[in-house]
T-cell receptor, first 115, second 115 residues
C-alpha cells in the first residue's frame, strides 16, 4: 500500500539549474509533509517541511509546494549544486496519529547534479 | 551539531540468532524511534518510544522485536530470532517532542545482514 509515491526513481540536472522533485500521496488524513535528504552511508537528514494549511514553504534554495486538491507536493532546489546530489525522500504524517511518531516515506528520488 | 549515533554500522548474523542494535539519541530528546529500509524499498516505521514505553508500533514490529532504554542514554532494538527477511538498514531516530510538526533526527543506520 503505497500511500506516498515518488514516481521518478532518478533525476539528473545541470549545476545552476532548477531541480524539481515530485511526490504524490493518497491518504487525505496526512497533514504534515517533510522532505529528507540521504547521502550514502548516512541516515536521512531533514531538509524542509510544510503543514497542510500552507501551500508553500521556502528555506534558502529549497522551496516546497503543496497542492492539497491534487494530493501532490514538490521540492524545488534552485540553483542546484553538486553537493545536492543525494536521494530525496518525501514523508508524510497523518492526523489520526497526531504525534511525531509515524512518518510514511516514499521510495525516494536519486538526484544527480552534473557540472 | 548534536547527532544520533548508532552502533554497530554493520552486523552480520546467522538466521535464528538474537541481535541487539544500539542507539544513542540526542541528549535532550524525549521521543525515540526505529525505522528500517530493506534494500531497494522505502523507509518503514517500526516503533516509537516515550517515557519508557512503546507509544506506537507497526505490524512489522511483532513479538520477535523489542525495544529498551536500559539507561539514560542508550536505546536498543532487539530481534530475538532473526529471519532472512530481517536483513535491512535499521535507522534510529529521536525528536524533542511529540507535536505533529516535530522533525525527526536520524542516525546513520546499522546494516543488518542475516545469513
Amino acid at each position: 500500500d503505497q500511500q506516498v509515491k515518488q514516481n521518478s526513481p532518478s533525476l539528473s540536472v545541470q549545476e545552476g539549474r532548477i531541480s524539481i522533485l515530485n511526490c504524490d500521496y493518497t491518504n487525505s488524513m496526512f497533514d504534515y509533509f517533510l522532505w529528507y535528504k540521504k547521502y550514502p552511508a548516512e541516515g536521512p537528514t531533514f531538509l524542509i517541511s510544510i503543514s497542510s494549511i500552507k501551500d508553500k514553504n521556502e528555506d534558502g534554495r529549497f522551496t516546497v509546494f503543496l497542492n492539497k486538491s491534487a494530493k501532490h507536493l514538490s521540492l524545488h532546489i534552485v540553483p542546484s549544486q553538486p553537493g545536492d546530489s543525494a536521494v530525496y525522500f518525501c514523508a508524510a504524517r497523518s492526523l489520526d496519529t497526531g504525534t511525531a511518531s509515524k512518518l510514511t516515506f516514499g521510495t525516494g528520488t536519486r538526484l544527480q547534479v552534473t557540472l | 551539531e548534536p547527532e544520533v549515533t548508532q552502533t554497530p554500522s554493520h552486523q552480520v548474523t546467522q538466521m535464528g540468532q538474537e541481535v541487539i542494535l544500539r542507539c544513542v539519541p540526542i541528549s535532550n530528546h524525549l521521543y525515540f524511534y526505529w525505522y528500517r529500509q530493506i534494500l531497494g524499498q522505502k523507509v518503514e516505521f517500526l516503533v516509537s518510544f516515550y517515557n519508557n514505553e512503546i507509544s506506537e508500533k507497526s505490524e512489522i514490529f511483532d513479538d520477535q522485536f523489542s525495544v529498551e532504554r536500559p539507561d539514560g542514554s542508550n536505546f536498543t532494538l532487539k530481534i530475538r530470532s532473526t529471519k532472512l527477511e530481517d536483513s535491512a538498514m535499521y535507522f534510529c531516530a529521536s525528536s524533542i517532542g511529540q507535536a505533529s510538526n516535530e522533525k525527526l533526527f536520524f542516525g546513520s543506520g546499522t546494516q543488518l545482514s542475516v545469513l
